[in-house]
């Protein structure tokens, strides 16, 4: 099974594109939306939806997959919930970069100060993380820099910010969710 967790922009095609590329992987993918204007809400909808998901999991390693807005969510609900994740070009600070695009963007500083101290260090190598090279929204080098401790880090060369095409990275996420 995987969970897949939509960026910012939740009505995006490229989301149902995304969804049937993973289905190479794992024929059972699972959109997990969210509202993304209420990041306090969002991670309790998460919480419940996953855990309510998991019941109905037969599937002994599930895999949680998010891009941008999505991938903040992927790490921190999987963490939680014990399972792997990839984050695909992961939006590290929305309370900074979601500035002027949602009421509350302080809200995500909130959660991360309530968060599991360290857990990124609690969460070493149960994530990898592809980003790319040309992402016209985030410092993808800067993401490298601050993941490069505790994932993986896998590089592209050619997708955008919203990355429509896995398939090159297809192989790769699938032996790290059987791994």
């Known amino acids: 099974m995987i969970f897949y ?8 095609p490229g989301n149902h594109e995304k969804m049937r590329q993973l ?12 509202s993304t204007l209420h990041p306090k809400h969002d991670m309790q909808h ?8 998991m019941q109905y999991c037969a599937d002994p ?14 790490e921190r609900i999987g963490f939680l919930n014990g399972l792997k994740s990839v984050l695909i070009n992961p939006n590290l600070h929305p309370e900074e970069t979601m500035q002027g695009k949602i009421d509350r963007p302080e809200e995500y500083a909130d959660i991360a100060n309530k968060c599991v101290s360290e857990f990124r ?3 070493t ?12 929204v985030l410092d993808s080098e800067a993401t490298a820099e601050a993941l490069k401790p505790y994932y993986t880090i896998e590089w592209d060369e050619t997708q955008a910010h919203k990355f429509p095409q896995l398939a090159a990275h297809l192989p790769k996420i699938k032996a790290f969710k059987l791994s």
């Open 5 to 12: 967790l939509h960026g910012f922009d939740a009505t995006s």
């Open 23 to 34: 289905q190479f992987i794992d024929p059972d993918v699972r959109l997990i939306s969210y």
């Open 46 to 53: 998460l919480l419940k939806e996953v855990a309510k998901q």
């Open 61 to 74: 390693a599930p895999l949680m997959v998010g891009v941008g807005l999505g991938a903040y969510w992927a």
């Open 121 to 123: 260090l609690k969460n």
């Open 125 to 136: 190598h149960r994530a990898m993380c592809i980003l790319s090279r040309v992402d016209e």
